[in-house]
């Protein structure tokens, strides 16, 4: 703050602070209303208050809303969380594994085409994804794979972006380490094992991040290949509660809240490096 | 010995046989917390009737209905039974995506429904039943009895006793004068761009004389944009710049949460929120009658369908006679809040029989019901409309000119898909 001051001098400080505080407000008070909704047992209250400024204010402190919400046997909160979980984890896994590496072979490879074929990949990034969804519905169908795990990891693992960022980083590592680990007897795949990725921290961090809000909040994928609740994840389970014009908003606020608190541990988990990804973009670039 | 083996193998495959090859269906129902209860009964009751006998049933509730619906038909893999939207039936025929029921369900079942659900189920081309429904849905007005009382207000209790538009207004600008009253009226303007713009507002065109389109000659053009719907809804647009109507942004609540507003012009699944919220002082007040043609209403809801793949149909036959058996299509009332569709199963709700708080629904849905459009243009005939509505609502455009925006967009698509054959050959 007294770094924005001394450039803006005390009136521009101010002003900076207030859109500030304007713009967090904007940010946090949207929040602050499901927190409060989703503590309050009482649905009467809730309807008679929603969009009031006590809709924001907690003034009961209840967790009955959540036990429902856990404890639904037509909606095991818990099966979802763990599908969720997985089809999460495993699409982060392998799209860092797989882009990291075709990143590896674009920015420090000798194939001739590296590069058409990363114009080719930047300009996928032009792409809509949805228009994209009926193409792939239909392969899913011929592959006989909707309604299973696979079917909601597979397309999320390849993604542009990533091998971009990736790309950005490997055509940045010094020529000369390279050229070192090379001397000392290190294949192609050694390099890139055991030099460029874990280099690559700050970049995996930031693609963890970014494709983990893209992967947990993914609805229209899921929604079109999940049918029973086996593999059905949270993102599609929360819309059942508006499938009806009965709507309890207790639950659906608790059941959004339960549903942000495992992105927002992982984003407490790795923002360090996230912010040293973006503050070394921010330097560098 | 070896012989022995073998029977014994053979005696033992053919006893699990019994149980392996029994047939099962699956349902795919729409996922609601209202209608869950009712979809768990009638799982249990129908294993509990025929499982023994071989058949058993397995429901699916799905979130977000209609988008695995379409992603079901592309990638393949429909189950037996599905539910369908009533407006949305025309066009799944017309695309051969679902087949006649008319050999599946029996004759008596079909005489029984209420016209409007009929109606709803059966396509113009063929006349076959594609879609029957357990229910059927309605809109009245609900009025907070205290309020109206301070406006020395006259509430009508029949179909008969309607308001005409005259004394709607007159009733409006009373209740904007009473104290705590901000808007007389809520039309649920804050449903948005969504299908209540049509199911909720055709009925004040089409009690002027007017409709949506000519459902003979399929046109929009002097239909959409005719004199009556162009008064009717300039009429409301009014109603809209004096402040008496409830705004978009006014959100959901304010008959049955802050009852700021006296009146809410809403269907029969706010039961639970209404009662919740006024207690004693909630009155059920008929449709008004808004022109020469009488109190109209909008009906229709979820139906069952049969996929055109499914070849099971000796079992989806048991469950469609079972699912439109006179308790359970009582019981779909009495859980979710909507309108038994059958006449025999009225008498069977706790809500719609006679005496029943939900009365005057019935007596709606029987008189005054009016069945959106069974075409197979229907999708693209309500986003005209709810378009055309959700700017008349803004308070600031020309009705005309935006209904004669919507008579073009609709007339364009039709003549885009040669008129639909064989509608209009």
Redo the contacts between chains.
Sequence with gaps: MAKISQRTGRGGGSLALACAGVMTLGVLLPLLMMVTISLNPD??DI??????LRSFIPEVVSLQNYFEVWADP?HPFLRYLGNTLLITGLTLLFSILFNSMAAFVLAQGTLRIRGPLMILILASLAIPAESLV?PQ??M??WAGI??TYQVQILPGVANAMSIFLFYQFFTRLPKELIEAARIDGFSFFQIFRYIALPLSKPVVSAIAILQFLEIWNA??WP??????PEH?PLS??????F??????WGNIMAFAVSMAIPAILFFLVVQKQFIASVTSTGVKG | MKIKLIAATCAIVCAGSSHAFADAITA?V???????PYF?QLEKAFNAAYGAKGTTLKV??????N??I???V????LPDIIMLDGPNMANAVWAGTIQPLDDLIDSEIVDDLLPAVKEQGTYGPDGKLYQISPYDSSVLLWGNRKLLQEAGVDIPKTVDQAWNRDEFRDVLDKLSKVKGVQWPLDLKLSYGNDEWLTYGFAPFVQSNGGDIIDREAWKAEGTTNSPANIDALTELQTWFNKGWIVPASG???KF???KSAALVWV?N??W??HK??LGEDLVLIPAPSFGPKGAKTPNGGWGWSVPATSKNTADIKLFLNFAMSPEQVAAYADTTGYIPSRNISVPLSKLYGKGGEGELFVEEAKCCAVVRPVYPGYPVITTAWKTAVLNIFTGKTDVKQELDTAARAIDQDIEDNSGYPPFGK
């Design positions: 649905e009467q309807m008679v208050s929603i969009g009031a037509a009926l519905l239909i899913a169908g909707i309604d609805y229209l929604v079109m290949v999940t049918r029973g059905r599609v389970a929360m819309s059942a509660y499938s009806s014009n009965l709507q309890s | 795919w729409i996922d609601g917390e209202s209608e869950r768990e699916v509730p799905i979130p977000g209905y988008s695995a379409q992603a079901a592309m990638s393949g893999g959100g959901d609540n049955y949460g802050e269907g699944w706010m639970a929120a919740r919220g």
